[in-house]
T-cell receptor, first 112, second 112 residues
Framework: NAGVTQTPKFQVLKTGQSMTLQCAQD?????MSWYRQDPGMGLRLIHY???????DQGEVPNGYNVSRSTTEDFPLRLLSAAPSQTSVYFC???????????FGEGSRLTVL | GEDVEQSLFLSVREGDSSVINCTYT??????LYWYKQEPGAGLQLLTY?????DMKQDQRLTVLLNKKDKHLSLRIADTQTGDSAIYFC????????????FGSGTRLSIRP
């Protein structure tokens, strides 16, 4: 079982560049979300989605866009990268019910 | 908005019990979770408790919930070196199963 797959695992960008972090899940979960993890700050919710075609903002949405055209995919876009976006990004999917999050392995992004 | 707080560090002696504490602000929380993150890995669900419960036990893990004080704790009995990790408390509000808010994480270290 693949579970939640994130790509790329590592990326270095220059300030102002754009990129997309890909996330795919094969568990047919309705809910998906993106978090960033920074030292001493835990995980902060960037955007989340309760189903295909529906997205909403989390705690720290500025500088990020998302879309959910299919149940399986939930890409995170950085339109103009800034050094403050240097972080480890985690995608997660959640089935109906208890809300347990199934995490991908993370994507480490460095913005110079 | 919702907020979840934890102390950043805890050090215990091997074989002792560890108690990790968490406070949250959302009185409409439906589920509260404990996740574990080992170095270089994503988060994995350890256990969860529904808001109408006050205690849940699962082998060496005991979760206590004081809903009046909005206080959650995780007790790990007979702490072992393999328990060294960061432990995250998280809560899910009533409005959306996908919007799960995390604390900053408590780093548990084990002394011989």
């Amino acid at each position: 079982n693949a579970g939640v797959t994130q790509t790329p695992k590592f990326q270095v960008l220059k300030t102002g560049q754009s990129m997309t972090l890909q996330c795919a899940q094969d568990m047919n979960h309705e809910y998906m979300s993106w978090y960033r993890q920074d030292p001493g700050m835990g995980l902060r919710l960037i955007h989340y989605s309760v189903g295909a075609g529906i997205t909403d903002q989390g705690e720290v949405p500025n500088g990020y866009n998302v879309s959910r055209s299919t149940t399986e995919d939930f890409p995170l876009r950085l339109l103009s990268a800034a050094p403050s976006q240097t972080s480890v990004y985690f995608c997660a999917s959640t089935p109906l019910g208890t809300g347990e999050l199934f995490f991908g392995e993370g994507s480490r992004l460095t913005v110079l | 908005g919702e907020d979840v707080e934890q102390s950043l560090f805890l050090s215990v002696r091997e074989g002792d019990s560890s108690v990790i504490n968490c406070t949250y602000t959302d009185s409409s929380s439906t589920y509260l979770y404990w996740y574990k993150q080992e170095p270089g890995a994503g988060l994995q669900l350890l256990t969860y408790i529904f808001s109408n419960m006050d205690m849940k036990q699962d082998q060496r893990l005991t979760v206590l919930l004081n809903k009046k004080d909005k206080h959650l704790s995780l007790r790990i009995a007979d702490t072992q070196t393999g328990d060294s990790a960061i432990y995250f408390c998280a809560e899910r509000g009533y409005s959306s199963a996908s919007k799960i808010i995390f604390g900053s994480g408590t780093r548990l270290s084990i002394r011989p």
